[in-house]
């Protein structure tokens, strides 16, 4: 995975103050500490024998080893002293780069390092927790509408109504790429519950590399009705996902709210469960590649950003799905 994208590790919520946490830059382990005026982050490994810093303590400004006591300073990485030996060694700990936005902790070893642009306001509704499958597995079942006549048959679609032929056209960006649809009629309770005007909606799927999947619905006029953001970040045994949902409905947001928060959890429910299901089948077969045609795009594409070989496909395609 390319190091020029500042990566989601933790959401800011996650982080408590003072406690030495390991989380995972891909799969590079990491040591964050947060302090009252800001948060360090340093590869988690001690020079001395490579314990992990995030097993050990903090105090007085300075990262402590749990094996044999070696401090480090958070400012400088610098090793300040070695109890055995009375005094420092020439060492230092390897720093990462940190940035607090959108609600999340992103990490890169480049400061130059692109991070995406989401929505900057507070989200109207906001969901973390935890999927027990792959990166990959977890962006496309966000981002790619086939599974929901099945998955969420009745809240998004309906797996016995008729399927109409949709166009897509997908575009590759400097950090992703973007699915535009044509419109569809509403199929699920979640869009049938909405005054007439917003029915018939838009669906534009956005992934960021590297963590990021968005789903906006463009209404007739233009205009963005609703906006899902999905931030995840890896851990060594789980995705930890942070759900971003914006509604612009009018004063019917407020009192949609409620019930809208209801739905958005049991679809992220229903998604959790598939994924686990499928990750735990996975473990049981040793499969490289699976059985894929143009219909299966966005996964495709996810698949090649996550691999570093999205220069292999083109910039530009089109394809149809039943929907």
Same mark, same amino acid.
């Given at each position: ?7 989601? &590790? ?10 030495? /946490? ?59 002293? &070695? ?74 679609? /309906? ?65 963005? &009705? ?94 149809? &799905?039943?929907?």
């Amino acid at each position: 995975m390319s190091s020029n994208y500042y990566t989601p &590790v933790i959401s800011v919520k996650s982080l408590l103050l003072n406690k030495p /946490t390991r989380v995972w830059l891909n799969d590079i382990p990491i040591v964050l500490i947060k302090t009252q005026s800001k948060i360090t982050a340093f590869e988690d490994f001690c020079p001395h024998r490579g314990l992990a810093l995030s097993e050990g303590f903090f105090y007085d400004n300075q990262l402590h080893c749990k094996y044999h006591g070696w401090s480090f300073s958070i400012g400088s990485g610098e090793n300040t002293f &070695v109890p055995v030996k009375n005094n420092k060694v020439s060492c230092k700990l390897k720093p990462i780069h940190v940035i607090e936005k959108y609600e999340q902790i992103w990490l890169s070893t480049q400061p130059e390092a692109l991070i995406p642009e989401l929505n900057p306001n507070k989200a109207h509704i906001y969901i973390t927790g935890k999927i027990n499958a792959e990166m990959t597995h977890v962006l496309e079942n966000f981002l790619e509408g086939s599974h929901t006549h099945y998955v969420h048959n009745g809240l998004v679609r /309906t797996k016995n109504k008729k399927r109409n032929e949709i166009n897509a056209k997908l575009i590759q960006t400097t950090s992703g790429f973007t699915v535009t649809y044509q419109s569809e009629p509403a199929k699920g309770l979640l869009t049938q519950i909405l005054p007439k005007k917003y029915r018939s909606l838009k669906p534009v799927s956005t992934y960021l590399h590297s963590g990021v999947a968005i789903l906006t619905y463009i209404n007739h006029e233009q205009k963005e &009705v609703a906006r899902f953001e999905a931030i995840l970040s890896n851990k060594e045994e789980y995705i930890h996902y942070s759900a971003r949902v914006y509604m612009h409905i009018g004063p019917l947001g407020f009192f949609l709210k409620p019930f809208a928060r209801f739905l958005f959890k049991r679809i992220i429910e229903q998604d959790k469960n598939i994924l686990e299901l499928q990750q735990q089948n996975l473990r049981l077969f040793n499969v490289k590649k699976f059985v894929t045609d143009d219909t299966d795009m966005v996964g495709k594409y996810i698949y090649a950003w996550q691999n570093a070989k999205n220069h292999e496909l083109p910039n530009e395609v089109t394809f149809n &799905v039943y929907w």
